[in-house]
């Protein structure tokens, strides 16, 4: 590629909408799948089948770093294949409108079992609340974004300040106090890889890629693994609920 088409490619807009793309809702399953291990992990250690500790270190802990930044990158892609060639405004303010209240009765479920540390600021609710700063920059070039995505890496190492400390600003991640939650997915830095996605997601577009994967349908195998990212926010909800219960149970029946 010369570094023409390169700019042409980093600044073009998408033409149209390609149709289902299946090799993306396999990354979403996927993704669901390194998810559940990992939820499964945080439960053996809550009910002390593995020691205190264990999800929140080591190859676990990058386990983690990994899936959330997975989900917000692929957040990023579709929101540009939803919007890349016009936005659509009433259907972003359904899926939004989904999003949220998912968000806000994980908030709610996660205050009444762990008061302490419950969710106030997870995966859902920062991919709600990117979505919106998305749509605002839904027409900035490739470098743009990728420039932008850099800033959001970089601002808990130099915009930290006492200002952040109540908690109502606590959505930023430029606190200085300490923040408990057993999801916390603060705009700074997790805003990175949603715009990373956003540019990727032009990117694509301006090569032809989403075009050309949109073709691809597949066997009947590959639709069955798709299945969870096709329906992905119902996944979230459900699967950790029934983890628990399966541990719980185990626990139960064999102590």
């Known amino acids: 590629m010369s570094p023409v088409d390169l700019r042409d490619s980093?600044?073009?807009?998408?033409?149209?909408?390609?149709?289902r793309i299946l090799a993306l809702d396999l990354a979403r399953a996927g993704a669901l799948v390194a998810m559940a291990v990992f939820h499964f992990v945080f439960d053996l250690e809550l009910f002390g089948w593995v020691l205190p500790g264990t999800s929140t270190t080591g190859g676990w802990r990058l386990l983690a770093v990994c899936t959330a930044g997975s989900f917000l990158f692929l957040a990023g892609v579709s929101l540009w294949l939803g919007h890349g060639a016009g936005r659509r405004w009433p259907g972003f303010w359904r899926r939004f409108a989904k999003i949220a209240a998912a968000a806000a009765l994980i908030t709610g479920v996660t205050y009444v079992a762990v008061p302490g540390a419950f969710i106030f600021f997870g995966i859902l609710h920062s991919i709600a609340a990117a979505s919106l700063v998305g749509m605002l920059v839904l027409r900035l070039p490739a470098l743009g974004l990728i420039a932008l995505a850099a800033l959001a890496f970089a601002?808990?190492?130099?915009?930290?300040?006492e200002l952040f400390d109540p908690w109502w600003f606590w959505w930023t991640g430029l606190q200085t106090v300490t923040v408990r939650s057993v999801d916390y997915v603060p705009?700074?830095?997790?805003?990175?890889?949603?715009?990373?996605?956003?540019?990727?997601?032009?990117?694509?577009?301006?090569?032809?890629?989403?075009?050309?994967?949109?073709?691809?349908?597949?066997?009947?195998?590959?639709?069955?693994?798709?299945w969870p990212g096709k329906h992905s926010l119902l996944v979230y909800l459900?699967?950790?609920?029934?983890?628990?219960?399966?541990?719980?149970?185990?626990t139960f029946l064999l102590r």
């Not at 890889?193 to 994967?213: K, M, Q, T, V, Y």
């Open 10 to 19: 980093l600044s073009a807009a998408a033409p149209d909408r390609p149709g």
């Open 155 to 161: 601002a808990p190492g130099f915009a930290r300040a």
């Open 187 to 226: 705009l700074a830095p997790w805003l990175g890889p949603f715009l990373l996605g956003l540019a990727a997601g032009r990117i694509g577009s301006a090569r032809g890629l989403w075009h050309r994967l949109a073709r691809w349908r597949g066997s009947a195998a590959w639709e069955r693994l798709a």
């Open 238 to 250: 459900l699967h950790q609920p029934v983890l628990i219960a399966l541990v719980a149970g185990a």
